[in-house]
């Protein structure tokens, strides 16, 4: 089979990269057309400043306090479809960081930088690299670019392994993972994303009734001891604000959401009051800075309220098994908090921990002569790469690049009509909490049969992702199926931030990465999709307008007699110019 490639839209990513090597920029302009095939290369330009490895093999490393140790390991996981695997260590965090690295064939120009590839919001790597003939990771490289996609923490590959000499075996395993899911989801789509949303489901519905068709033998179910240590730590991991996640009010939502179901138990009895006593008096010590008298105070408490659960046991009928129900509440709560641990990051952990990470490793890996990079940003990739200029600006910072391009992205929605309004309900911290994470992922595959086969309930969401004829339909299913991941709600709060006046904001809601925009002196290329509505022009343009006139060129592809360009088309559709290239058969 033979993917055609377009080459219209890459060569204009190349303007960016000669940017730095002429003396006048383009203006802001809004060019409704298709952009002709690049003129621009670097034949004439000095020599390549990175080496290239012939001999492609998985790397782990740490880059800790300046260690740059290289850990070869032997078997790079079959979902990798990149010529080496690299990974990378963030500071403070067990994560390590997937790094798919393309080098350049020998005889393609050389190039002065580096080119990194960032993805969008709950995506991996996959998106720059589909297939052999519609990879934009591969064709940058065929160009010349020793091209990097970093998959940010919580996406594709990238793991959390404390231990370093684990990454390979804990990367193979998240593969395989990746694959069967992907597997299961073409065969037994609805199935699968039942089976991935099962754990969400039992949040939903932890006070539900439990009602035995048969009387239980509760004295051999009721493990006292246990129920009481599970309800202490649940309290206690509440009072510490399940690890960064919660502010005070949050936790003491999250507190009275618990009390509320466990309270239910107890409806209509004539422990209602007692019950309310010792609810009260948690609450208040959980508002109190941790230490070893309040931990026994609180275990206390429990036991307590363990024993007004048994005592209310005696008092309904013996088909409803109070023990039982409270030990359900009690374990489904424990899993909201476990994800809500395990999913622990926003988007300014993004900005100020993994980017640069991957920056200075690249850096160290291919030594550009000027120390910069170039970098390309599909939607928040795209928005990383505007706040990372922006917060650089603020702080008076180098950022290290020699120029960037984005790929429907904007820091500030609010002029526009865009899908992604959709994330607005979970703007509310309280609602956000009920949904710890977004298996994004398991709910596009589930959604993609809906919307690929008659009757095409869901046909919509295909206009999400791409316009009409611009993927081909097995790169489609492909990209629904193994591009997307799971969203903790604490990044879909901040990202909520840029649909909000002053556009998106930092964690503390005190800076907004508009404004200080204007203090780059890297150019921009800003690439907006006629189709896109999910980061839609005007969105676009209302960022791109913020940059220096004389730094940033403004393109909307799509033509009102031609292509049309929708979110992800800018990085994987099917693009139809003069000089269309045949990668593969």
Same mark, same amino acid.
């Given at each position: 089979?033979?993917?055609?490639?377009?080459?219209?839209?890459?060569?204009?990513?190349?303007?960016?990269?000669? @940017?730095?090597?002429?003396?006048?920029?383009?203006?802001?302009?809004?060019?409704? *057309? *298709?952009?002709?095939?690049? &003129?621009?290369?670097?034949?004439?330009?000095p020599n390549c400043c990175f080496t290239v490895n012939s001999a492609f093999k998985l790397r782990a490393f740490t880059t800790n306090d300046g260690d740059t140790t290289v850990q070869k390991v032997c078997n790079k996981p079959s979902l990798c479809t990149a010529d080496e695997l690299h990974y990378v260590s963030v500071n403070n965090s067990d994560w390590k960081l997937a790094l798919w690295r393309y080098i350049p064939p020998p005889q393609a120009p050389k190039r002065n930088h580096p080119l990194?590839?960032? =993805?969008?919001?709950?995506?991996?790597?996959?998106?720059?690299?589909?297939?052999?003939?519609?990879?934009?990771?591969?064709?940058?490289? $065929?160009?010349?670019?020793?091209?990097?996609?970093?998959?940010?923490? $919580?996406?594709?590959?990238?793991?959390?392994?404390?231990?370093?000499?684990?990454?390979?075996?804990?990367?193979?395993?998240?593969?395989?993972?990746?694959?069967?899911?992907?597997?299961?989801?073409?065969?037994?789509?609805? =199935?699968?994303?039942?089976?991935?949303?099962?754990?969400?489901?039992?949040?939903?519905?932890?006070?539900?009734?439990?009602?035995?068709?048969?009387?239980?033998?509760?004295?051999?179910?009721?493990?006292?001891?246990?129920?009481?240590?599970?309800?202490?730590?649940?309290?206690?991991?509440?009072?510490? *604000?399940?690890?960064?996640?919660?502010?005070?009010?949050?936790?003491?939502?999250?507190?009275?959401?618990?009390?509320?179901?466990? =309270?239910?138990?107890?409806?209509?009895?004539?422990?209602?009051?007692?019950?309310?006593?010792?609810?009260?008096?948690?609450?208040?010590?959980?508002?109190?800075?941790?230490?070893?008298?309040? &931990?026994?105070? !609180?275990?206390?408490?429990?036991?307590?309220? &363990?024993?007004?659960?048994?005592? $209310?046991?005696?008092?309904?009928?013996?088909?409803?098994? +109070?023990?039982?129900?409270?030990?359900?509440?009690?374990?489904?709560?424990?899993?909201?908090?476990?994800?809500?641990?395990?999913?622990?990051?926003? @988007?300014?952990?993004?900005?100020?921990?993994?980017?640069?990470?991957?920056?200075?490793?690249?850096?160290?890996?291919?030594?550009?002569?000027?120390?910069?990079?170039?970098?390309?940003?599909?939607?928040?990739?795209?928005?990383?790469?505007?706040?990372?200029?922006?917060?650089?600006?603020?702080?008076?910072?180098?950022?290290?690049?020699?120029a960037i391009v984005t790929l429907a992205s904007s820091l500030d929605y609010t002029s526009s009509k865009s899908a992604l309004r959709l994330l607005l309900p979970l703007a509310d911290p309280a609602q956000a909490l009920n949904v710890p994470v977004v298996p994004l992922g398991a709910l596009l595959a589930a959604a993609y049969p809906l919307s690929s086969r008659p009757p095409y309930v869901l046909s919509w969401l295909n206009d999400l992702i791409s316009a009409a004829d611009m993927m081909h339909?097995? +790169?489609?299913?492909?990209?629904?199926?193994?591009?997307?991941?799971?969203?903790?709600?604490? +990044?879909?709060?901040?990202?909520?931030?840029? @649909?909000?006046?002053?556009?998106?904001?930092?964690?503390?809601?005190?800076? @907004?990465?508009?404004?200080?925009?204007?203090?780059?002196?890297?150019?921009?290329?800003? !690439?907006?999709?006629?189709?896109?509505?999910?980061?839609?022009?005007?969105?676009?343009?209302?960022?791109?307008?913020?940059?220096?006139?004389?730094?940033?060129?403004?393109?909307?592809? $799509?033509?009102?007699?031609?292509?049309?360009?929708?979110?992800?088309?800018?990085?994987?559709? *099917?693009?139809?110019?003069?000089?269309?290239?045949?990668?593969?058969?």
């Amino acid at each position: 089979m033979v993917y055609p490639i377009q080459s219209d839209m890459r060569s204009a990513i190349q303007i960016a990269a000669v @940017f730095r090597h002429h003396n006048h920029y383009h203006h802001l302009t809004n060019h409704r *057309r *298709r952009l002709p095939p690049a &003129v621009i290369s670097y034949r004439n330009s000095p020599n390549c400043c990175f080496t290239v490895n012939s001999a492609f093999k998985l790397r782990a490393f740490t880059t800790n306090d300046g260690d740059t140790t290289v850990q070869k390991v032997c078997n790079k996981p079959s979902l990798c479809t990149a010529d080496e695997l690299h990974y990378v260590s963030v500071n403070n965090s067990d994560w390590k960081l997937a790094l798919w690295r393309y080098i350049p064939p020998p005889q393609a120009p050389k190039r002065n930088h580096p080119l990194l590839l960032l =993805s969008g919001v709950g995506t991996n790597a996959i998106g720059y690299d589909l297939a052999p003939g519609s990879s934009f990771a591969r064709y940058m490289s $065929g160009e010349g670019f020793d091209t990097w996609v970093l998959e940010l923490r $919580g996406a594709g590959l990238s793991v959390q392994e404390s231990d370093s000499t684990n990454i390979e075996k804990t990367a193979i395993a998240v593969s395989e993972q990746m694959k069967a899911a992907a597997d299961n989801a073409t065969g037994k789509v609805l =199935s699968a994303a039942q089976q991935s949303t099962d754990a969400q489901s039992t949040l939903e519905e932890s006070d539900t009734a439990v009602v035995k068709e048969e009387s239980t033998a509760i004295a051999t179910m009721w493990d006292e001891s246990r129920v009481v240590n599970e309800l202490t730590e649940t309290f206690m991991r509440l009072s510490e *604000r399940v690890s960064g996640f919660l502010n005070e009010s949050q936790s003491r939502i999250m507190s009275a959401k618990l009390f509320d179901q466990i =309270s239910k138990l107890l409806e209509d009895s004539f422990l209602y009051e007692r019950f309310n006593e010792t609810r009260g008096k948690l609450l208040s010590l959980l508002e109190t800075g941790q230490n070893s008298a309040v &931990v026994d105070q !609180v275990k206390d408490l429990s036991q307590k309220l &363990v024993n007004i659960i048994e005592e $209310g046991q005696r008092s309904v009928s013996p088909l409803v098994d +109070l023990h039982e129900r409270l030990t359900t509440t009690i374990e489904d709560f424990q899993k909201q908090l476990d994800l809500i641990v395990k999913y622990d990051w926003d @988007f300014d952990h993004y900005l100020e921990e993994d980017v640069p990470a991957a920056m200075e490793y690249i850096k160290a890996q291919t030594a550009p002569k000027d120390g910069k990079l170039l970098a390309i940003g599909h939607s928040m990739g795209g928005i990383l790469l505007y706040a990372w200029l922006s917060q650089c600006g603020l702080q008076g910072r180098e950022p290290g690049l020699t120029a960037i391009v984005t790929l429907a992205s904007s820091l500030d929605y609010t002029s526009s009509k865009s899908a992604l309004r959709l994330l607005l309900p979970l703007a509310d911290p309280a609602q956000a909490l009920n949904v710890p994470v977004v298996p994004l992922g398991a709910l596009l595959a589930a959604a993609y049969p809906l919307s690929s086969r008659p009757p095409y309930v869901l046909s919509w969401l295909n206009d999400l992702i791409s316009a009409a004829d611009m993927m081909h339909p097995e +790169l489609l299913k492909k990209l629904v199926l193994n591009n997307f991941c799971t969203i903790p709600a604490k +990044l879909i709060l901040q990202l909520t931030t840029a @649909f909000r006046e002053g556009g998106l904001r930092d964690r503390s809601g005190k800076i @907004f990465y508009k404004d200080n925009l204007h203090k780059t002196n890297v150019p921009v290329l800003a !690439v907006a999709g006629d189709k896109d509505i999910i980061c839609p022009p005007e969105a676009v343009c209302e960022t791109a307008k913020l940059i220096p006139e004389h730094l940033v060129t403004y393109k909307v592809l $799509g033509d009102d007699n031609g292509q049309h360009y929708a979110h992800y088309d800018l990085v994987g559709g *099917r693009m139809n110019t003069m000089e269309t290239k045949e990668l593969y058969e």
